[in-house]
T-cell receptor, first 115, second 114 residues
Framework: DSGVTQTPKHLITATGQRVTLRCSPR?????VYWYQQSLDQGLQFLIQ???????AKGNILERFSAQQFPDLHSELNLSSLELGDSALYFC??????????????FGPGTRLTVL | GDSVTQMEGPVTLSEEAFLTINCTYT??????LFWYVQYPGEGLQLLLK?????DKGSNKGFEATYRKETTSFHLEKGSVQVSDSAVYFC?????????????FGKGTKLSVKP
């Protein structure tokens, strides 16, 4: 158990819909990262937050957005869903991303299926 | 841009066989290198890491050495077990900057038969 929790574990929805994925980081971790794992693209970085502020953006679509709240949990919002958005979405957390002792701990993921 | 290339899988071995999973990287700077493992139905776990050239990371019998001259970070284990069956990901990141996202290879699935 990494200490990172993600809910829900599975999500099935229809095209055009909007969903919210939730992540609670390990106690004391200030950074939260979102990654998408799909069969064709592999594991891709979406976005990073540090202590409530957006720090870095990767290959995140404009239909997707995220935020980190004062209690440090994070939510990833996916809207106007398409079939190609079906994937496993991972959240990871770390204390501080700029030091070499830092390690990202991954949650168990949310499997999104868009029908 | 930066990237990681891993050998294609799946890799199927018998128990107690020697394992090598190749990983090479392309980087604009001096990254830190990682191996993560994903067991069926679970998230990724850090297996080992190396933060500078010639560093050797090791854990649970697995080893990898950061080779700057060949831009490689191959994963090895002398004697695999059935419980090592999983998907292995090589990754890189940069410390010291404002962001620390991981860049992953596509993963190599390992199956170990009794």
């Amino acid at each position: 158990d990494s200490g990172v929790t993600q809910t829900p574990k599975h999500l099935i929805t229809a095209t055009g819909q909007r969903v919210t994925l939730r992540c609670s980081p390990r106690s004391g971790d200030l950074s939260v990262y979102w990654y998408q794992q799909s069969l064709d693209q592999g594991l891709q970085f979406l976005i990073q937050y540090y202590n409530g502020e957006e720090r870095a953006k990767g290959n995140i679509l404009e239909r997707f957005s995220a935020q980190q709240f004062p209690d440090l949990h994070s939510e990833l919002n996916l809207s106007s869903l398409e079939l190609g958005d079906s994937a496993l979405y991972f959240c990871a957390s770390s204390v501080e991303s700029s030091v070499s002792t830092d390690t990202q701990y991954f949650g168990p993921g949310t499997r999104l299926t868009v029908l | 841009g930066d990237s990681v290339t891993q050998m294609e899988g799946p890799v199927t071995l018998s128990e107690e066989a020697f394992l090598t999973i190749n990983c090479t990287y392309t980087a604009t700077g001096y990254p830190s290198l990682f191996w993560y493992v994903q067991y069926p139905g679970e998230g990724l776990q850090l297996l080992l890491k190396a933060t500078k050239a010639d560093d050797k990371g090791s854990n649970k019998g697995f080893e990898a050495t950061y080779r700057k001259e060949t831009t490689s970070f191959h994963l090895e284990k002398g004697s695999v077990q059935v419980s090592d069956s999983a998907v292995y990901f090589c990754a890189l990141t940069y410390y010291g900057g404002s962001q620390g996202n991981l860049i992953f290879g596509k993963g190599t699935k390992l199956s170990v038969k009794p």
